[in-house]
């Protein structure tokens, strides 16, 4: 019994490593596709083509029993890089990508946003949000929790992955909240700058994006990088998939005023690439990590019987 819990706790570190990294199927290269995905030229399927919508829906709002939504204001397509589509960190994926422009996972990893349901059309129905996630002031670790005290920028988001429709691509409601004291209500034209600021972002650009000057067909592009992993945003800015405009938006009554629709009508299509990720990250074949992982193995047993033997007394 003890000899046993010796060696399994010798042998954490390759468990946590062989639980942690996907080593049975390394990507060959960052712009490996999946064969499960289907990706239609534009990047990913109209929602409302299999009965969603472009709009969350959102619970008790006021009048009560009235359903409201937020827009799903920008979509990462489906013919991004594979690996940018896989909502994780390791392996350069999505939540890497997140934190490349200043964003990352909420405080302490408990949630602590209301829950929205978006239909993306994929066969999955209504679905809650997958995770949201903040703008970090700066500090991947803990920034998000001053997001959550001080309200700012954050998201929700879906993946369109569902049987019926499985493009991979990544929808997102972005929105400007105000601090919590306030009970996290959105800000003046929260909608439509949130979005400007994450593309801002996304794209590093050095000024913010004029957002009532942009047209359907407006782009930026810029890079940014985490981890090692260099990624390339190429962003275009689309009409006719929101509506434009107030009606039937969550937080409508102060999000939009004064000639202000509270949705522009406009959704930022992002398409991301990476261009270079850490020494050793990308080419290696699958070969190498288990016979490592093997000997690292090995190796805690052989550790774990010679500390046994020499304090058979304490066990
Ligand atoms: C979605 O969120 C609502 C509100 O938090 C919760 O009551 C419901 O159980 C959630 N649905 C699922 C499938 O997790
Ligand atoms: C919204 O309300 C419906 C009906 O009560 C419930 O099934 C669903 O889980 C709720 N969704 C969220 C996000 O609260
Ligand atoms: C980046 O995001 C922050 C937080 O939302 C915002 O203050 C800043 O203006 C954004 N930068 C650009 C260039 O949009
Ligand atoms: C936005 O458009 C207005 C009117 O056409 C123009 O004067 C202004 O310079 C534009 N702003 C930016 C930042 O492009
Ligand atoms: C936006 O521009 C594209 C490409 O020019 C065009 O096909 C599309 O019809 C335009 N959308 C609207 C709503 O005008
Ligand atoms: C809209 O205009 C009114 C009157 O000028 C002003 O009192 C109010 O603050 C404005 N609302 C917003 C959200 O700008
Ligand atoms: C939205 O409607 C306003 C007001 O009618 C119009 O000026 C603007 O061009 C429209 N924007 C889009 C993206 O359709």
Redesign the pocket.
Known sequence: MSSTFLILLLSLPYLSAAFSYPRNHPPNTFHARSNSRNVPPQGFYDPTDHGGSYLTQVNNTFPVGLVLGEPINAIILGSSDDAVLQDQQQNGGLRNYFLSFGFAAECLGSHSGSDQAANLGDGHGYLNETAVIRWDYGDPTVGTCKETIEGGNHFRYWIQNGNDANSGAIFMAVSYELPSSLEHDIIFNGYNLARDWLIGNATAQSQLIPSSNLT??TTYSGQTSFGGYVYETNVQY???LLPNGSDGINHFGSVGANGTSAVDGLTALMSVKILQGPVGATKSSSGQAPRLSWSYFALSLTLGSFVLSLVPSVL
């Open positions: 359907n067909q689309v009409s006719g």
